[in-house]
Nanobody, 124 residues
């Protein structure tokens, strides 16, 4: 069993930065790929970024490439999302999810584990 807890969200001005964390419990966390997803007001949940179990492979949605960086520290059971040059359209609740690689690189609710989400608000 794996439990995921996101943190690091908040209110930031456009152009600013935030680092989100996804902390996991459970000794098998390092065997899972992890994805970050977000859901803005009135929108469907969308894929943001993913990292494989070893941290050797990453994948991003086009709109965040060059601004967001996903990384993981398996010794700390934590995955990070560094978000730079934030834009108002990045405003959303951000969720992390753990599953096999092919599951975390696509949107959709069918992931083995989800966190509860953390709010990111970017003001213009």
């Amino acid at each position: 069993q794996v439990q995921l807890v996101e943190s690091g969200g908040g209110l930031v001005q456009a152009g600013g930065s935030l680092r989100l964390s996804c902390a996991a419990s459970g000794r098998t966390f390092s065997s899972y790929a992890v994805g970050w997803f977000r859901q803005g007001p009135g929108k469907e949940r969308e894929f943001v970024a993913a990292i494989n179990s070893m941290g050797s492979l990453t994948y991003y949605r086009d709109s965040v490439k060059g601004r967001f960086t996903i990384s993981r520290d398996n010794a700390k059971n934590t995955v990070y999302l560094q978000m730079n040059r934030l834009k108002p359209e990045d405003t959303a609740v951000y969720y992390c999810a753990a599953d096999q690689w092919l599951k975390v690189v696509v949107p959709g609710p069918d992931k083995e584990y989800w966190g509860q989400g953390t709010q990111v608000t970017v003001s213009s």
